[in-house]
């Protein structure tokens, strides 16, 4: 088989998101399963699909064009804000947007004529985590601009946060949102079909709260793909952990110096900072790296602790000198190792489990 390889249990994924969307759907939350993480990979996104989602979500258009051409039939939302340059292909290729500036939505509206189109519109309002999103005060003003223009259509509006700065999805933060989806329906006299509260980092607010508002809408990636919501890291509800493992092949194995000797410069990786241990250690090489993984989302599944790695080999510490040259080793993943494996044209992606097996080549 090809090393390295991710293996994708496209079976837990489908569980995943069969599981996921009915616990949201008890709660009145609809769900956008977010692809960017895994490339929009057309397999994974019919995985989903099989698993009952309806809407896939995804920041880069190169993935919906992916997903659309592997004929996967779902409503597709443009989930980062795009560049006016990019209008004509959003139109066509996206049902949905999330904005955040008026001179894009104006390039959306003009291309959506031309293209015959209606293009909904979900405004992103910024609560905190200064990351995408319009200040709360000017939001009124920007719903009067989606409604005066043609050819767009105001969705609702949304939130994000956790991404940049950790900002944490709290009840409080979820009812100002509520709040100011009330202030925009009260203010123009209308419904918004949706009031989009934020990502995996939103489980948390999800389990805990009482009812979840006006709140209706997630968009959803790390927790269906990894099983784990994004505040405490933790397990969400009974989710698969492991649908994906990464492995990688031994290409040295040797009792060396357990730190290195002669003087020393930072690595094109920043500065190593040399391990405590002292005396010798049995270490083995394998060929994989931060070209393909981070380093700090590898857990292994052998006993062997990862020590460091730079573009394409990582060494790791074989606690029990089990590794030959030729071993395979394992390793689960965390989300900046999925969506470097995924992006990563030298490792291959193996498919099992339902529905239908095999490689693909991206
Ligand atoms: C990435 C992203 C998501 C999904 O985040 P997860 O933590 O993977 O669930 C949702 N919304 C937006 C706007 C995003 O950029």
Redesign the pocket.
Known sequence: MNAPRLEVDLAALEGNARRLSAWCRSKGIALTA?T??VCGSPRIAAALVAGGIRSL?D?RLDNLVRMRQAGVKAEYIL??PPRPSMAARVVALADVS?NSAPTTIRALSQEALRQGKTHAVIL?VELGDLR?GIMPQRLPEAVDAVLSLKGVSLRGI?A?M??LNGVVPTAAKMRELGRLAEVVESQFGLRLACVSG????NLTWLAEAESPGRVNHL???????LGRE?VHHRRALDLATHAFRLVGEVIEVGTKPARPYGQLAPTPFGVRHSPPKRGLMRRAIVALGEQDADIHTLVPRAPVEVLSACSDQLVLHDLRAGLHVGDEVAFDIG?RTLMRAMTSPYVAKEYVGAPGQGAERR
Not at 198 to 201: E, L, R
Not at 219 to 225: N, P, S
């Open positions: 977010v960017k993480g979500g920041s989930i980062r999330l992103m995408e949304g994000n956790t991404c934020g990502n995996s980092a968009r959803i990636g790390e927790a269906i793909l994004t989300y």
